[in-house]
C-alpha cells in the first residue's frame, strides 16, 4: 500500500505540476478555498499544496481505476508468479534475478514493488492469507453441514500441501523465521475463528457432542496444527506433511463427534474417496 501510495503521489505531482490553477473564490474543484491555490506555477506555502495534494488525491483515486488496476494487477502477478517459484524450489535457492528472469521483468521493475527478499516473502504470505480466508468462506458458504465443511477445508490444506516443495516451510522456519512466526500469529488467530464456529455449528446440527467447550477444543485444535508443521517434531525427512494431516483431522473429528457425527463422517469419507482420510 506504501509502494502504490508513492507511485500513485508522483502522478499526482506531476498532474498539478502541469495545470495552472488560479482561483479567485472557495467554488474551486480542487482547491475549495482561496487560500490553498496554485498562482502562476509556485504554490504560496507549503501547507497550500499539501491541501492540494490531498484533494487533487481523492480526485485521481477516484476516477482513474485503470491507473491504480494496472499497478495492482502487476504487483499480484509479482507476488504470484514468485510464489509459484517458492512452491516449487523453496526460498533459499531462488533469488532476486531467477524472480525477474522468470516475471520477465527487470531487477529496478521487481524493486518498485518491494523492497527486498523478505519484503517479498511478507507480503506473499499476507496475499496468501487473504486469499486463503475467500477460499475457507466459500467453503463454509456451500458445505451443508459442520462435516462437510471440516473435511472440505481438510482437502483444501492437503492439496496446498501437495503443491509444497519439502524445503518451503523449512527454509521459512529456518531463514525468515520472523515472516513465519508472524504469519503464524495472523494464521492462528484466523483458524481459532473458523474451527471455534465450525464446532458451535456441529453442536447445533448434533453431529459433535454436546459437552464440548469450542474455545477449548478450537485452541487445541490451533496448537496441534502448529505440532504437524514443527520441523523438530516432524522431520521432512522422516515425516510428509500431507500424511500427518490427515491423521490429524481423523484424530480430531473422532475426538469431538457423536454417534450420529461418526456416521456422517464415515458416509462422507465414502462418497468423497479422494479424502483419502480412512486407514
Not at 498532474?15 to 482561483?23: G, H, T, V
Not at 494496472?70 to 524472480?99: A, P
Not at 475426538?255 to 480412512?278: D, P, Q, Y
Amino acid at each position: 500500500m506504501v509502494l502504490l501510495y508513492k507511485l500513485i503521489s508522483t502522478k499526482i505531482y506531476l498532474q498539478i505540476i502541469s495545470y495552472n490553477f488560479i482561483c479567485s473564490s472557495s467554488s474551486c474543484n480542487f482547491c475549495l478555498s482561496s487560500n490553498i491555490c496554485k498562482n502562476n506555477g509556485n504554490f504560496r506555502t507549503k501547507n497550500c499544496f499539501q491541501s492540494v495534494f490531498r484533494v487533487y488525491l481523492r480526485h485521481i483515486i477516484k476516477n482513474n481505476y485503470f491507473f491504480i488496476g494496472k499497478l495492482m494487477n502487476q504487483k499480484e502477478q509479482i507476488l504470484s508468479g514468485t510464489e509459484t517459484l517458492f512452491r516449487r524450489y523453496g526460498i533459499k535457492s531462488v533469488t532476486m534475478d531467477d524472480i525477474a528472469r522468470h516475471l520477465g521483468i527487470s531487477k529496478k521493475t521487481l524493486y518498485q514493488f518491494v523492497e527486498n527478499k523478505a519484503d517479498l516473502i511478507d507480503q506473499i504470505m499476507t496475499l496468501h492469507l487473504e486469499q486463503e480466508k475467500v477460499m475457507v468462506e466459500e467453503i463454509h458458504e456451500k458445505s451443508v453441514d459442520a462435516i462437510d465443511e471440516i473435511l472440505a477445508i481438510a482437502r483444501h490444506v492437503i492439496q496446498q500441501l501437495r503443491e509444497l516443495s519439502p524445503s518451503l516451510m523449512y527454509d521459512l522456519q529456518k531463514y525468515y523465521k520472523s515472516n513465519w512466526d508472524q504469519m503464524m500469529q495472523l494464521h492462528q488467530v484466523y483458524i481459532y475463528d473458523i474451527i471455534k464456529g465450525n464446532i458451535e455449528r456441529g453442536i447445533k446440527e448434533g453431529f459433535y457432542r454436546e459437552d464440548l467447550n469450542a474455545d477449548i477444543i478450537a485452541k487445541l485444535y490451533v496448537g496441534k496444527t502448529m505440532i504437524v508443521v514443527d520441523e523438530d517434531l516432524f522431520p521432512l525427512k522422516n515425516y510428509n506433511k500431507e500424511n500427518l494431516f490427515k491423521e490429524y483431522i481423523r484424530y480430531h473429528i473422532h475426538g469431538i463427534a457423536s454417534v450420529k457425527g461418526l456416521a456422517l463422517f464415515e458416509k462422507h469419507v465414502a462418497e468423497k474417496i479422494n479424502i483419502e482420510l480412512k486407514p
